[in-house]
C-alpha cells in the first residue's frame, strides 16, 4: 500500500475517530481527493468517468455519509463505508494512513 501523504500531519493520541467518521462530509472528502462527482438523486452524488459525462457505479450518500462501489472486487463485489475508507479506497493506503490525510484536511479533530 502507498501512503495517502499530501500533507504531513501527526495524529494525536486523543484523536476521536468516531466523531472524524460521523462530522466529516463524505462530499468535501470526495471533493479534497479530486474525485469529479455530479449530484445523481436526493442525496446521492455518483463518480463521473474520466473524460466523460458517464457515472460509474460509485455512489456518495449524504445522508448517511457513507459510499458504495458496486463493481469492486473487494466484500463480494462492492467496496463501501465512510470517509476514512474512501480515502484508503481512493488512495489505496491503510487506516492509519488514511486518518492522518483526513486530520490533514479536518485540522480541528487535531488537538
Known amino acids: ?17 468516531k466523531r472524524l467518521q460521523a462530522t466529516g462530509s463524505i462530499i468535501d472528502v470526495a471533493n479534497a481527493l479530486g ?19 458517464n ?26 463505508g465512510d470517509i476514512v475508507n474512501l480515502v484508503r479506497h481512493v488512495n489505496d493506503c491503510d487506516f492509519k494512513a488514511a486518518v492522518e490525510w483526513i486530520t490533514s484536511y479536518y485540522p480541528d479533530f487535531v488537538e
Open 1 to 17: 500500500m502507498r501512503s495517502c501523504f499530501r500533507h504531513p500531519s501527526k495524529m494525536s493520541d486523543s484523536l476521536d475517530i
Open 55 to 80: 457515472e460509474t457505479s460509485l455512489r456518495l450518500f449524504e445522508k448517511t455519509n457513507t459510499f458504495k462501489r458496486f463493481s469492486s472486487k473487494e466484500s463480494g463485489g462492492c467496496s463501501k
Open 35 to 53: 474525485m469529479k462527482i455530479k449530484k445523481s438523486g436526493s442525496g446521492v452524488w455518483s463518480l463521473m468517468e474520466e473524460g466523460s459525462q
